[in-house]
């Protein structure tokens, strides 16, 4: 189970793709984030995720220690063991965190688009002034003490022409774990959709040359539909579950099913001092795993992503409503992918089955590094 | 833009992970650099006894039981199942089994296919006994050929932009419904040395060239035979100089063989369709052997 917490709605930056309504800044207090901590001991769960989001969390950084401190002392009078991740526009990362994320072991995801003339078109400041070339230290800085830290790239109508650039700029900067989504609620038309065609297809020869080179590396949309296939009896369970694997706390305290519906009061599901509505999360639940009358009769439904509410709501402003753009990205995306799959099943590349097939390969891949690492 | 419900998707070829758990020596496929290392190794051989041990407790086959073990048989007499066109790099079809069946209306008995992977184990297992070692693991013409499909219409538009590689290319001719795939040949496995290379046409690859059959008729056809038949004649002259051997999927008819071996016996859908992968895998091995002869004549072993 994960809580996100959303510890302010402010940014020091203002990304033209942003869906976070920043017009009444609010910050959470310390107060509001002790009582998730509280609500998430008291689920009893062995472990527990708690993930500090914004707006840019790390405008917050004292709420921040001062939460993990909680988690810490709860820890030894509950049965859970608190894990943290935090998601970053990596402007105001420095030394001090750096040495806070590595001490209590908390995860760090970067949010950045890639080369610069696709970075700097929507990842501006307040002054519209792109931020990538203040980015670059940062990006080592992250790097050097976090060799594991995922960059989150979003692709844009106006950028998708440098996706596979991008995604090779990111690699190159060192970067193994590459998440990548679509901005779905972008201007998206045939003809940016052809050229995501041609982007994924890039990408594909990109992931084939780097498996067969045994590199070590998550790309995520090619890992997700992959994945989709050959886990097929279990990927519905790793499917979005609206608010039963993971809540959503804004700044004011108030409960949600998940980030982009923080804000937004008729998708409240409870807040902090009274817990979670579990009459209305599971109304929610319901309305979003119900199949959609559009989607009934596809071929592959159940390895798409329309079961993502999240993604409705910001798309089509319901949860039971999938996205055109979403659905014409799954038709060009699946084949894509399982055409790179089959090809490197066929060789029976080693890297290919065990990242795939193996579920001991993230630990395998540790004792690997490790044993690189005393060389 | 607007929601685009697809009507048919194909199967993708790689496997479900229930499979590859059920046939662990798929997981001995590991990255070249983890050979070396001890650590690595000790986690692995860990991995492989969890999953063997999971297996036999489970009650499931695992490949090697399914994939009996036979001794050589002498083929110093043998005659080829097959008319031989003398300095050809590339084998005829080697006719053990039928490669073909019908079903559904009168048909009772469900076809059973050899899958990929039980095939690629009897082909190297039986090769060897004979001293030539194969592996599975794709092995790439470096030429084009070309390849009748009655693809549709629809199916080649949706190709054009998803299944068919940029280099390939498809030729349509619609007086006669017919449509010609252009493009480069991946192959199932090959000797050490890279002369000899194999092709299993499987029941997957006659419906990837067979892009129009459809499991949902009533009454529908199998010819696995003829698509390996069309393959050997689609890379004649084009293997440069590789020595290529084409085997398929055997698919035994079982209502015939059980109708005069065993006429008094009833059998459950489970025994005829344990008695059919015996019957299948006993005319893969003869192709095999067959093979091995083809290429003594040939003087390539």
């Known amino acids: 189970m994960h809580y996100t917490l959303h510890l302010t709605n402010a940014c020091n930056m203002s990304c033209k793709y942003c869906y976070v309504n920043g017009e009444n800044k609010c910050t959470m207090s310390i107060e509001t984030a002790k009582k998730v901590v509280d609500m998430a001991a008291e689920s009893k769960k062995s472990s527990v995720g708690i993930i500090f989001f914004g707006g840019e969390p790390l405008l917050n950084k004292d709420l921040i220690y001062e939460t993990v401190d909680y988690c810490k002392w709860k820890e030894k009078n509950c049965d859970s063991l608190f894990h943290y991740k935090i998601t970053t526009n990596g402007l105001l990362l420095d030394d001090a965190f750096m040495d806070f994320s590595t001490k209590v072991n908390l995860f760090i995801a970067m949010s950045h688009d890639g080369v610069k003339e696709a970075h700097d078109k929507n990842r501006v400041d307040k002054n519209n002034d792109g931020t990538f070339s203040r980015l670059s230290d940062k990006i080592d800085l992250l790097l050097s003490n976090r060799p594991y830290a995922p960059v989150m790239m979003v692709v844009n109508t106006n950028t998708v022409q440098y996706y596979a650039e991008s995604v090779k700029y990111l690699y190159n900067r060192g970067f193994k774990y590459l998440i990548c989504s679509l901005n779905y609620a972008g201007d998206w038309d045939e003809s940016s959709m052809k050229t995501l065609q041609d982007q994924y297809k890039k990408l594909a020869d990109f992931y084939y040359e780097r498996t067969l080179a045994e590199d070590k590396f998550y790309l995520s949309p090619f890992e997700v539909k992959i994945s989709s296939h050959i886990n097929k009896d279990t990927y519905c369970n790793e499917r979005c579950e609206l608010g039963k694997k993971q809540i959503s706390v804004g700044p004011d305290g108030l409960l949600y099913p998940c980030v982009q519906f923080v804000g937004d009061k008729h998708y409240s599901i409870g807040n902090v001092n009274t817990g979670i509505d579990e009459t209305k999360r599971q109304e929610l639940y319901n309305i979003n795993e119900e199949e959609k009358d559009s989607c009934r009769e596809c071929a592959i439904r159940a390895r798409c992503n329309h079961y993502c509410g999240c993604m409705n709501k910001q798309t089509t402003g319901r949860i039971d409503q999938v996205s055109p753009v979403l659905c014409a990205h799954e038709r060009i995306l699946m084949p894509i992918a399982d055409k790179l799959a089959n090809k490197l099943f066929k060789k029976r590349n080693g890297m290919f089955i065990q990242k795939h097939y193996n579920d001991m390969f993230p630990l395998i891949s540790l004792v690997e590094d490790s044993t690189k690492l005393k060389k | ?301």
């Open chain 2, 1 to 301: 833009m607007e929601i685009k419900p697809i009507e048919k998707y194909k199967t993708p070829k790689y496997p479900l992970k229930y499979m590859v758990l059920n046939n662990p020596n798929i997981l001995k496929n590991i990255p070249k650099r983890w050979k070396g290392n001890a650590k690595i190794g000790i986690a692995l051989s860990s991995l492989l006894l969890l999953t063997l041990t999971a297996c036999s407790q489970s009650g499931k086959k695992l490949p090697d039981e399914v994939v009996s073990s036979n001794k050589p048989v002498d083929l110093s007499n043998r005659k080829i199942a097959a008319n031989v066109i003398p300095g050809q790099k590339v084998s005829p079809i080697f006719e053990h089994g039928e490669g073909s069946g019908s079903f559904g209306c009168v048909s009772v008995s469900p076809p059973v296919f050899l899958s990929e992977e039980e095939a690629l184990g009897i082909i190297v297992e039986e090769a060897s006994k004979y001293g030539l070692t194969l592996h599975p693991g794709a092995e790439e013409l470096e030429t084009s050929i070309e390849l009748n499909t009655t693809q549709s219409q629809e199916e080649i538009v949706f190709s054009d932009t998803t299944i068919i590689d940029r280099d390939t290319s498809v030729k349509i001719d619609q007086s006669n419904h017919k449509y010609t795939r252009l493009g480069k040949v991946t192959l199932d496995g090959g000797n050490e040395d890279g002369r000899i290379s194999f092709e299993y046409v499987s029941v997957d690859d006659f419906k990837q060239w067979n892009s129009n059959f459809s499991e949902g008729s009533i009454f529908y056809t199998y010819d696995i035979k003829k698509t390996a038949q069309a393959f050997v004649e689609s890379i004649k002259d084009k293997t440069n100089q590789k020595y290529v051997g084409t085997f398929y999927d055997p698919m035994p008819l079982m209502e015939v063989m059980l109708t005069t071996e065993d006429s008094t016996e009833d059998y459950t859908d489970k025994e005829i369709a344990a008695k059919s992968l015996k019957a299948s895998e006993n005319n893969l091995r003869e192709q095999v052997r067959d093979f091995i002869c083809w290429l003594k004549a040939e003087g390539a072993i």
